[in-house]
């Protein structure tokens, strides 16, 4: 076999075993490395070797714990489209950093379509999403329109 050939079945092999530490962490961030190496099929230490490469080139860009909204006080879920009077730079930083000092909003997307904005809301109960509705989100003065949608159920979160 020639040498070019291996090194392509050698990065083939590297990018799987890649793929099958990600997958592992994302959905198990506190497995040992001596568990995960034994997963993947690599000595501890070479395992551990490629998850600091991965977390280095910013692959991995952190760990974190996740929470079940409804024990934590947070069992309203909404997700929030908004759109913006204004379609500038300006608007979106005004906006984006007005969504940043909102406890309530766990993520905020910029995205395409016919609106500017996807937010997920966590709110105590309707009152309090309520609240923020009317306190937060319809004081930011670029937003036109806001849209809820209030989750009933999520039979698939990936997330978790």
Request: proline share 3%; glycine share 6%; hydrophobic share 45%.
């Amino acid at each position: 076999m020639r040498s070019d050939a291996i090194f392509l079945q050698s990065m083939t092999t590297n990018d799987l075993i890649n793929d099958r530490i990600l997958h592992i962490l994302a959905r198990e961030g506190r497995i040992s490395n001596l568990d995960l190496s034994a997963r993947v099929g690599l000595s501890p230490s070479a395992c551990l070797r490629r998850v600091q490469e991965l977390e280095r080139r910013g692959v991995i860009r952190g760990y974190r714990a996740v929470l079940d909204p409804a024990k934590a006080g947070r069992g309203y879920v909404v997700y929030v489209a908004v759109g913006l009077s204004d379609h500038t730079k300006a608007a979106q930083d005004r906006f984006e950093r007005a969504m940043a000092a909102a406890p309530e909003v766990v993520e905020c997307h910029n995205i395409a379509g016919a609106f500017e904005y996807l937010l997920r809301v966590e709110a105590r109960d309707l009152a309090a999403y309520k609240a923020f509705h009317t306190e937060v989100l319809g004081t930011v003065p670029v937003v036109r329109s806001i849209t809820s949608y209030i989750v009933m159920g999520s039979p698939k979160d990936a997330r978790v």
